[in-house]
């Protein structure tokens, strides 16, 4: 059974960093590719960051310089280093894993999904 848990969600003043860490167990790692997507009040979900079948990261323009995500050489724990963080990054952020040569970019590739876990940025 495919688990995905992430941590590392709290409330941070802007300008602060948090790092959001996700585990993933239950699939054969090398098979599988992660990403992150967050949901802000109101709003769809949306996609933050994903790691290619090559192991390199892509970035959602909103984040791309402050945002850095890493999956580890196992594949099984994909973290996400938020820099800068604006009032505009609060969210619900999923972690989420797909097959790899699914287009990472697109929600529907991802058959995995974790619970969430709340950031919140306070101006």
């Known amino acids: 059974q495919v688990q995905l848990v992430e941590s590392g969600g709290e409330s941070v003043q802007s300008g602060g960093s948090l790092r959001l860490s996700c585990a993933a167990s239950g699939y054969t790692y090398s098979s599988y590719c992660m990403g992150w997507f967050r949901q802000a009040p109101g709003k769809e979900r949306e996609g933050v960051a994903y790691i290619g079948s090559d192991g390199k990261p892509t970035y959602a323009d909103s984040v791309k310089g402050r945002f850095t995500s890493s999956q580890n050489n196992t594949k099984n724990t994909l973290s996400l280093q938020m820099n800068s963080l604006k009032f505009e990054d609060t969210a619900v952020y999923y972690c989420?894993?797909?097959?790899?040569?699914?287009?990472?970019?697109?929600?529907?590739?991802?058959?995995?999904w974790g619970q969430g876990t709340q950031v919140t940025v306070s101006s």
């Open positions: 989420a894993a797909r097959l790899c040569f699914f287009n990472g970019s697109r929600e529907a590739s991802y058959g995995w």
